[in-house]
């Protein structure tokens, strides 16, 4: 017993670091799964408070870039309203609209802390769960596509950006319909890359490339970016497609999260299907 | 050594914050991504205990991985280097330095020592960081040129920093 404690005693600097770093392991095996939300709850509360004030100082320096691109949305939105158009029919009644439906609602959310150099990118938004967040919702900003809600707090949810490994997106080539996956190599912060686009889909640069309608998070058609190189190697079944994106996410400072009214339908619809299959 | 303490915690304070406001916001590349903070464990005195050493590290890299929302990662990485670095300078300090309770800094140890030594260290560290966050080997040696990137970035960031504000202090001393 005395020679176990001397032994102990002898090499307790080894024993320490070798506890410390399973310790450290353990942290990193249980949390590392990135829908596994407790261990951001518990300590981003902390970094999220700091990093408001920081961002606090920051949007002072931005405010005349984002009144200029809130200006541009503005005058987009408003020859989108009713009363920029020509009224054609003679006769105006009001009626219960059947035929239209809220789909989607918008909120509008400001950038607490982003990066974009890292290999997995978060961005922190302010808004959190008493603002009606929740996992999975839709982000994205004046110009394009940002990201995913991935981890909600009472007043704070961090976002999957697209410039994350783990984040893919459902799109589309807005010209002919043709879908692919949207993810990013961990390059260039400007540069995404479109996967699965089958080869005999004709591709030029400059196509625009949209959300597709096959997600239940995006609203079809919202724009991502448009194609900046293209190539098709020999005995590839699918093109290699770098697109260049809209939203610049080195400034991004104010968002959208979208919510969609009908996705817990279309989701309890598909989880029937998901019952049925394991019946069988 | 409440006085010790309080120069700790006030390192400690400074070289976070300037990581985590300054340097996490240099965005120079997706290669490279420097990470000076962990020259508060390198600079820490020669005589200082072993396991306070340990400690110390662990602290640092729970506190880089609440700011940078990952987890364990920072941890893990900051006390390898912290345990690596007890061993590199039992071989490579004289009993003069220990006598003098010397900082391993370019000062009392001259360029070239200091370089290699905060080279080794911080590429040692990069690596397990840099991998643990891929999660794996599947971008082998673009992550091996991100990590020898890096390094060179946080090795010259960290002795720019030392010339600046720690030569002020010996000359004086």
């Given amino acids: 017993m005395r020679n176990l404690i001397f032994f102990i005693y002898k090499y307790h600097v080894f024993f320490m670091f070798f506890l410390l770093e399973v310790l450290a392991f353990v942290i990193l095996y249980r949390y590392n799964n990135y829908q596994k939300a407790s261990f951001l709850n518990y300590t981003g509360a902390i970094a999220n408070n700091f990093y408001t004030g920081v961002s606090n100082t920051k949007d002072y320096f931005n405010l005349r870039r984002v009144n200029d691109s809130l200006q541009l949305e503005n005058a987009r939105l408003r020859t989108q309203l009713l009363t920029s158009y020509y ?191 394991n019946k069988k | 050594m409440i006085l010790d303490f309080f120069s700790y915690l006030l390192r400690f304070i400074l070289i976070i914050l300037l990581q985590v406001l300054v340097v996490d916001n240099i965005d120079i590349s997706t290669k490279v991504n420097p990470y000076i903070y962990i020259g508060f464990i390198l600079l820490l005195p020669v005589t200082i205990k072993p396991w306070f050493a340990l400690v110390l590290a662990f602290l640092c890299g729970a506190t880089m991985d609440t700011f940078s929302k990952t987890p364990g990662m920072h941890i893990a990485a900051t006390l390898l280097l912290a345990y690596l670095r007890i061993h590199y300078l039992r071989f490579s300090t004289t009993k003069e330095d220990i006598e003098s309770r010397i900082r391993p800094s370019i000062s009392k140890k001259g360029v070239v020592w200091f370089v290699f030594y905060a080279f080794i260290m911080t590429f040692i560290h990069h690596t397990l960081l840099f991998y643990l966050e891929i999660y794996g080997f599947q971008e082998f040696f673009n992550t091996l040129l991100r990590i020898l990137l890096s390094t060179l970035v946080t090795v010259l960031m960290i002795v720019v920093g030392q010339l600046l504000f720690y030569n002020v202090k010996t000359r004086n001393e």
């Fill in chain 1, 87 to 277: 009224q054609n029919n003679i006769s105006l009644n009001s009626i219960n609209d059947t035929v239209y439906k809220q789909q989607y609602t918008y909120l509008t959310a400001r950038v607490v802390n982003n990066s974009v150099t890292k290999r997995k990118n978060y961005i922190t938004l302010n808004r959190g769960r008493l603002h009606g967040i929740e996992e999975k919702m839709a982000v994205i900003s004046e110009t394009g596509v940002v990201g995913i809600v991935n981890h909600v707090s009472d007043h704070y949810c961090t976002v999957l950006s697209v410039l994350n490994s783990d984040c893919r997106i459902s799109a589309k080539l807005q010209k002919n319909g043709a879908f692919g996956a949207l993810m990013w190599d961990g390059n260039n912060p400007r540069i995404a890359q479109l996967k699965d686009v089958n080869k005999h889909v004709p591709v030029r640069i400059n196509d625009m490339i949209v959300t597709s309608n096959f997600s239940p998070i995006f609203p079809e058609g919202i724009p991502i970016g448009k194609i900046y190189y293209h190539t098709l190697d020999a005995g590839d079944n699918f093109h290699t497609i770098d697109v260049e994106m809209f939203t610049d996410f080195t400034t991004v400072s104010t968002v959208y999260i979208i919510k969609n009214v009908f996705k817990q339908e279309q989701e309890s619809l598909e989880s029937l299907l998901i019952e049925e299959r």
